[in-house]
T-cell receptor, first 110, second 116 residues
Framework: GQNIDQPTEMTATEGAIVQINCTYQTSGFNGLFWYQQHAGEAPTFLSYNVLDGLEEKGRFSSFLSRSKGYSYLLLKELQMKDSASYLCAVRSGGYQKVTFGTGTKLQVIP | GAVVSQHPSRVICKSGTSVKIECRSLDFQATTMFWYRQFPKQSLMLMATSNEGSKATYEQGVEKDKFLINHASLTLSTLTVTSAHPEDSSFYIC????????????FGPGTRLLVL
């Protein structure tokens, strides 16, 4: 089976930087995704890592270490609209099956 | 990015009726689509993996006869909730993979089902 862990909630200040961690245990690892989900809406794609290292995309960056089963999502210059749940998801095995973590609810405060 | 649509966006039905939800990839072909269910304040739970032209692969604990999945073409998958009950009320979300190397999953907007 798979086990994906991420903090349940985080709070950060507008304009600051926040790092959301995700650890996973799986067999047949084939990529890790980060999604943003606002309340009542479907998830939207943020990033995808399959190789070790940091991928930067604007204010958002994602890091992966396959040997450690660890990833983080880094959000810079936080804005109020960044308040949302951030879902870590791991793909493994055949049929591209993706399993989601429970999500981290981020609250950005003024 | 790729666009995935779902219809209907919201449905209210009486207990015992069946509800069909459509998932379409609008600008790409998706050999694989996924159906998820999300209860309030919980994460997405994969229900089944739908492959075009073959039977869906269901996750443990998901009843095949209750949640019928059909993937008739490379752009359409349907989920039918048969004999719906109040406990089936949930947010149902589909996703599809765009086969361009990175194979990112793109999600539809979701269907909110309320069974009375």
């Amino acid at each position: 089976g798979q086990n994906i862990d991420q903090p349940t909630e985080m709070t950060a200040t507008e304009g600051a930087i926040v790092q959301i961690n995700c650890t996973y245990q799986t067999s047949g690892f084939n990529g890790l995704f980060w999604y943003q989900q606002h309340a009542g809406e479907a998830p939207t794609f943020l990033s995808y890592n399959v190789l070790d290292g940091l991928e930067e995309k604007g204010r958002f960056s994602s890091f992966l270490s396959r040997s450690k089963g660890y990833s983080y999502l880094l959000l810079k210059e936080l804005q109020m609209k960044d308040s949302a749940s951030y879902l870590c998801a791991v793909r493994s095995g055949g049929y591209q099956k993706v399993t989601f973590g429970t999500g981290t609810k981020l609250q950005v405060i003024p | 990015g790729a666009v995935v649509s779902q219809h209907p966006s919201r449905v209210i039905c009486k207990s015992g009726t069946s509800v069909k939800i459509e998932c379409r990839s609008l600008d790409f072909q998706a050999t694989t689509m996924f159906w998820y269910r999300q209860f309030p304040k919980q994460s997405l739970m994969l229900m089944a993996t739908s492959n075009e032209g073959s039977k869906a692969t269901y996750e443990q604990g998901v009843e095949k006869d209750k949640f019928l999945i059909n993937h008739a073409s490379l752009t359409l998958s349907t989920l039918t909730v048969t004999s719906a009950h109040p406990e089936d009320s949930s947010f149902y979300i589909c996703s599809a993979s765009e086969l361009k190397g990175r194979e990112t999953q793109y999600f539809g907007p979701g269907t909110r089902l309320l069974v009375l």
